[in-house]
C-alpha cells in the first residue's frame, strides 16, 4: 500500500469503533489520511484512539451518536475547525436486529432506522458542502439487505434498501460536479453487529447466530473499500454469495424468496417456523 496515496486526505468515519469502521480509520490512516473516529460510546472511543496512537495515525475522536442531527452537524463542526475541510466521509455507522416483525416492538424498527438511514443522512447532509468543494466521496456502508430483503430482519432490510435508494439519488444529483458516490454491500462479515443485533424487544441478542471464522474479516472488507474508494467504484458487492444474491434475486426474485427463506431458516436459534 502507498503511504502517501491519501496524504493531507480528512476522512471521516463513523461507527468507527469497532469492526468495519475501525478498520477503515486504519487503513486509511496508515495511508497518510488524517482520520476523524466517531463512536457513542467514550470508553470504545478511547480504545480506537489508543490503537491508532500506536500507528502514528493523525486522528480526531468524536463522541457523536449517528442518530442524532445535532451530534452529526458537531462532527461536521468540529472536523472542519481541526482540518479546514471534508474530502471522504464513510457513513459507517448502523446496528442491526433479528425478530419477526409481528413480534417486534416498533420502537425497534425506528431505532434501527434512525441509526442506519436517518444516521447517514445526517451525516451526509452536513459533510456535503465540503466534499463538493473537494470534489471527495461520499460512501455508505449498506449490506446485501439493502438489494435482497430477508426474513426476520425487515427493519435492517428497509434501512439498507432506503440508504441504497437515498445514494443512487444522490449520486445522479452531483455526478457532473466531481463528486463520487459509492453503495458498499459487504456480504457476512466477521464483526460485532450481529452480536449487537437488537432482538423483538430491544435487546442485543448476545452470541451470533453464524459463523464468524467463515466469513470475511473487517480488515479485507477496509481494504476493499480503500481500493474502490482509490477508483471511484460506483457500487461495490463483496463476498461470492452477496454477489450471486444480488445477481439472482434481480432475475429470479420469486426462486429467491424460497432460498432465502431456507437458508434464514437454518440458523441456530431461528425465529422462522
Not at 502517501?4 to 475501525?22: L, P
Not at 478498520?23 to 490503537?51: H, M, P, W, Y
Not at 451530534?71 to 433479528?98: H, P, W, Y
Not at 431458516?265 to 422462522?272: F, I
Amino acid at each position: 500500500m502507498n503511504n502517501q496515496a491519501y496524504k493531507d486526505k480528512v476522512v471521516i468515519i463513523t461507527g468507527a469503533t469497532s469492526g468495519i469502521g475501525e478498520a477503515c480509520a486504519e487503513v486509511f490512516g496508515n495511508a497518510g489520511a488524517k482520520v476523524v473516529i466517531t463512536g457513542r460510546n467514550q470508553s470504545k472511543l478511547d480504545a480506537t484512539s489508543k490503537k491508532l496512537q500506536q500507528q502514528n495515525i493523525e486522528f480526531l475522536p468524536i463522541l457523536a451518536d449517528a442518530a442524532q442531527e445535532e451530534d452529526n452537524q458537531k462532527i461536521a463542526a468540529e472536523t472542519l475547525a481541526a482540518f479546514g475541510k471534508i474530502d471522504i466521509l464513510i457513513n459507517n455507522a448502523g446496528i442491526s436486529m433479528r425478530a419477526l416483525f409481528e413480534e417486534m416492538e416498533m420502537e425497534v424498527f425506528r431505532q434501527v432506522m434512525n441509526i442506519n438511514f436517518w444516521g447517514t443522512v445526517y451525516a451526509t447532509k452536513y459533510c456535503l458542502p465540503s466534499i463538493i468543494e473537494n470534489k471527495g466521496s461520499v460512501i455508505g456502508v449498506s449490506s446485501i439487505n439493502g438489494f435482497r430483503g430477508t426474513p426476520a430482519r425487515t427493519a435492517y432490510t428497509a434501512s439498507k434498501y432506503a440508504m441504497n435508494g437515498f445514494f443512487e439519488s444522490l449520486r445522479t444529483e452531483v455526478m457532473k460536479r466531481g463528486v463520487h458516490v459509492m453503495i458498499v454491500a459487504p456480504g457476512f462479515t466477521a464483526s460485532n453487529i450481529r452480536n449487537n443485533a437488537l432482538n423483538a424487544e430491544g435487546k442485543a441478542q448476545g452470541e451470533s447466530p453464524r459463523d464468524e471464522s467463515k466469513m470475511m474479516t473487517s480488515e479485507e472488507v477496509a481494504l476493499a473499500i480503500f481500493k474502490a474508494t482509490k477508483k471511484r467504484k460506483r457500487d461495490l458487492v463483496l463476498t461470492t454469495q452477496g454477489k450471486l444474491a444480488v445477481f439472482f434475486n434481480k432475475w429470479i426474485p420469486g426462486i429467491m424468496d424460497g432460498i432465502v427463506f431456507d437458508l434464514m431458516a437454518k440458523e441456530p436459534d431461528s425465529p422462522l417456523k
